[in-house]
């Protein structure tokens, strides 16, 4: 069993949990996630690990109520425990694979929209340890559904808040940010982060392209099993198949296929979406098959 140490709702359906998860803690990177159950009979939930401390053993988990199981989860309090943490999945960010030094002569831009901000925050956590600045545009829909901030303007060297309806920061999408500090601030990017709702990351790709800013993007909103069985997170980058889970999460941006993705994220909610899709692709369905093209 895996004690929930802190238990908090940050917005509107938005939670945030602090897990006693001490081999996690011990080994995680910034950009990986694990899968979290609430009993022996439970969902597998794939959440990115939004934080973690290796000292208390703990993980930090943001999760926001989308269906039955995280509606059970968001009811959990601090005292109550998961029956299973398994972690650390997927790939590092790629920026833990560079040293600090030529970190340090890179220009980075994060943008994080909606609840992209929790996989977002540890990267320029991270980044921040090691002496590395980074700007960061945070992204929501209005001033109540803004996760982070405080947390985010603290290890970020420049935090741009903007929403959609202008009711805090800047007001307008993401893409408008990214637009005005390249166009109107003079702002040079070397590589774009880019972490949030799939049609967001799709326009920020369109963006970046278009600034040539290149720019990689984590696909964790499309997993389901969290382990390359299931299939759900299929997606096309530059022509070959991947799996968000196994292979990523992170990809170069300019060469996923978004319009793909979006469309099997509709399809696999239903039983016949998923029948079609399994017939369709055959022995590329599954990600654990052996048969997909790595």
């Known amino acids: 069993m895996y004690s929930i140490l802190k238990a908090e709702e940050l917005t509107t359906n938005i939670f945030l949990m602090e897990v006693e998860a001490r081999r996690v ?25 939004c934080d973690y401390d290796r000292e208390k053993g703990t993980v930090t988990i943001v999760f926001q109520v989308v269906g039955a199981a995280t509606w059970d989860m968001a009811a959990l309090k601090a005292g109550d425990c998961f029956h299973d943490v398994v972690g650390p999945l997927g790939r590092p960010s790629e920026l833990t694979e560079e040293t600090a030094e030529a970190l340090k002569k890179k220009s980075i831009l994060f943008v994080a929209g909606g609840v992209g901000t929790a996989p977002v925050y540890p990267q320029v956590k991270w980044l921040h340890e090691q002496g590395v600045d980074a700007d960061v545009i945070v992204g929501a829909k209005t001033k109540d559904l803004l996760i982070l901030e405080k947390e985010m303007e603290a290890v970020a060297k420049n935090l741009y808040v903007t929403t959609d309806d202008g009711s805090y920061g800047r007001s307008g999408m993401v893409t408008k940010t990214i637009q005005d500090l390249v166009e109107q601030e003079g702002k040079h990017y070397d590589v774009c982060i880019a972490i949030g709702p799939m049609i967001m990351m799709k326009f920020v790709c369109k963006m970046t392209k278009e600034l040539q800013i290149p720019t990689v993007v984590s696909l964790n909103p499309i997993m389901v099993d969290g382990t ?30 978004f319009d793909e993705a979006m469309q099997r994220q509709q399809l696999y909610k239903t039983q016949e979406g998923r029948a079609f899709l399994a017939r369709k692709e055959g022995d590329t369905h599954h990600g654990g098959c052996g048969n997909c093209t790595q």
């Open 25 to 49: 803690a011990k080994s995680c990177l910034p950009g990986q996630f694990l899968i979290v159950r609430l009993d022996e009979n439970g969902e597998r939930i794939p959440l990115t690990i």
């Open 228 to 257: 390359g069985m299931c299939g759900a997170c299929r997606v096309t980058v530059g022509g070959k198949v991947k799996f968000a889970c196994v292979d990523g999460p992170e990809f170069d941006g300019h060469q996923v296929n």
